[in-house]
Nanobody, 123 residues
């Protein structure tokens, strides 16, 4: 089971850090991805990281502003979001793929999903 934390309301230009915690099953061999979704739109890839942390990928709209990292000892993956923009407003989901050795930008590649945390960026 995955749980995402850290969403909230922030002004444009501000920062938030999201956390994704795995319970019942460790993250240690999983590729973890963050996606986001707004009403009426497809789920969008935000960032992903392999289980070693050796490979990370970012969506074009967040590159240079967001950073994904992980602490396998704490079973936690983080998404540091800086220079937030109103268009970053969305529900953010974390996901895990346990048989994937790379970062996929496709949501269908991921097996497990958290419940989502809402990020609202005001202008």
């Amino acid at each position: 089971q995955l749980q995402a934390f850290g969403g909230g309301l922030v002004q444009a230009g501000g920062s938030l850090r999201l956390s994704c915690v795995a319970s019942g099953r460790t993250f240690s061999r999983a590729t973890v991805g963050w996606f986001r979704q707004t009403p009426g739109k497809e789920r969008e890839f935000v960032a992903g990281i392999t289980w070693t942390g050796g490979d990370t990928k970012y969506g074009d709209s967040v590159k240079g502003r967001f950073t994904i990292s992980r602490d396998n000892a704490k079973n936690t993956v983080y998404l540091q979001m800086n220079s937030l923009k109103p268009e970053d407003t969305a529900v953010y989901y974390c996901s895990a793929a346990y048989a994937l050795g790379y970062v996929s930008r496709w949501s269908t590649s991921y097996d497990s999903w958290g419940q989502g945390t809402l990020v609202t960026v005001s202008s």
